[in-house]
């Protein structure tokens, strides 16, 4: 009887057991809450020191107004905190990603850098439009710049460093460039015949014309005109509807 009664008591801690990590297997992970329009990282695991806080700023803001390229970093204590303890670094980075929506739907050249303390793994993840096309570029970035300091345990030094990686390694590509409009050049064509109409103006009636108010129009018209052209229409912050699957890289230390 009290073989029988163990037995049954195994079994039924075994059934229970099997029962929570069923559970947790069907469980939805959670995310953190998405940094403010005015920073570009998320220090859950409090690894990142104010100097290398500014500087991520700096960088990444620079980079989202140069390429319209959203660059987010995101630290965690543990995978388990965030109920995704079946899940690998590179998963969560996935699943992070998109919940977020990092880089815009049309330009989908999101990066995001994940580093989870507790499970000691870091993950960079890229935007699909990045197509696999730079893993081997990541895998430097994070083998060369990003483990080596976490190894040394300087975290903060060795997130800036992957952040000043990915920055490089963005500005690098031969990225898609938005197509001249079509009526920059026009404006161009337009805008040199009217000079020369203008100083033709100036010959035959000297200061008393009205060819100097029109020169100076059309040069801030002109300056103002290319400047928005070149900028391609603002970004619209980093978080745009961007999606994963670009690729990327997975570390530990």
Not at 214 to 240: D, K, P, T, W
Request: net charge positive; with cysteine.
């Amino acid at each position: 009887m009290v073989s029988v009664y163990r037995s049954s008591k195994v079994a039924g801690l075994i059934a229970a057991w099997l029962c929570v990590v069923s559970l947790q297997a069907g469980a939805q992970p959670t995310f953190p809450e998405k940094p403010s329009r005015e920073h570009f990282f998320v220090d859950e695991a409090s690894m990142i020191e104010a100097p290398q806080r500014a500087e991520i700023d700096k960088v990444a803001a620079a980079l989202l107004k140069d390429e319209q390229i959203g660059l987010i970093v995101v630290t965690i204590p543990s995978l388990l905190d965030y109920n995704a303890g079946g899940f690998s670094i590179q998963q969560y980075a996935q699943a992070l990603f998109d919940q977020w929506g990092i880089g815009s739907k049309d330009r989908n050249y999101g990066m995001l850098l994940l580093v989870s303390k507790g499970d000691r793994g870091a993950r960079i993840e890229l935007g699909r439009t990045w197509a696999g096309t730079h893993d081997a570029q990541s895998e430097q970035i994070m083998d060369q710049l990003i483990l080596p300091e976490f190894r040394s345990g300087r975290f903060s030094e060795g997130i800036l460093a992957g952040v000043r990686g990915l920055d490089a390694m963005a500005r690098g590509l031969a990225l898609p460039k938005k197509k001249t409009p079509w009526w920059v050049p026009v404006l161009f064509i337009v805008s040199i015949a009217l000079i020369i109409g203008v100083i033709v103006n100036l010959f035959k009636t000297g200061r008393k014309g009205w060819g100097w108010a029109l020169i100076a129009a059309l040069g801030v018209m002109l300056f103002f005109m290319l400047r928005s052209a070149a900028r391609g229409g603002g970004s619209g912050g980093a978080f745009g509807g961007g999606f994963s699957g670009g690729g990327g890289a997975s570390g530990s230390w």
